[in-house]
């Protein structure tokens, strides 16, 4: 239920604030979460400790947030995306060895090619795509070959 002005829920703007954190920035301060959200800071600052209390994000030694270990570990039960990407990594390797190139899994999830797993060589190291990083499907090779649309 919202009990917000906006009508969204406290689960909306727990998600949003989870988000707020990625590969690049992987931990923020205070101010700068609710300025990437757009959440005012006092309900910024209680959703925080509420997540904080359930271990899904921590502070750092800076005093920055940052994902939790909790959040990882509920994440990672379970997925389908995990049994696939155990089902998937020996030919994955396999690929990898012999044709040296970046071998990468991804599902389409909404209008995302959802990135699962990927490999590179050593000599390859640039790639944008990153392990749970998402690109939009019309504007990358996985994302065009698992849409439906694009075959016919």
């Not at 039960?77 to 020996?90: F, H, N, P």
């Not at 040296?100 to 640039?126: C, F, K, M, N, Q």
Request: charged content about 20%; some cysteine; glycine content about 8%.
């Amino acid at each position: 239920m919202a009990n917000s002005t906006s009508g969204e829920s406290v689960l909306h703007r727990a998600v949003r604030i989870l988000s707020a954190f990625g590969p690049r920035t992987q931990s923020r301060g205070l101010r700068e979460v609710a300025r990437v959200t757009g959440l005012p800071g006092s309900t910024t600052h209680r959703i925080l400790n509420e997540l904080e209390a359930e271990g899904l994000v921590i502070r750092n030694m800076n005093g920055q947030w940052m994902h939790g270990n909790r959040l990882w570990e509920i994440a990672s039960r379970g997925a389908e995306t995990s049994d696939l990407r155990k089902a998937a990594l020996v030919p994955m390797e396999d690929l990898l060895q012999g044709l040296h190139v970046h071998i990468s899994l991804s599902v389409l999830d909404g209008t995302d090619a959802l990135y699962v797993e990927r490999l590179a060589p050593d000599e390859l190291v640039i790639n944008i795509t990153e392990v749970a990083g998402r690109l939009p499907s019309h504007a990358c090779s996985a994302g065009l070959v698992l849409t439906p649309d694009f075959h016919n």
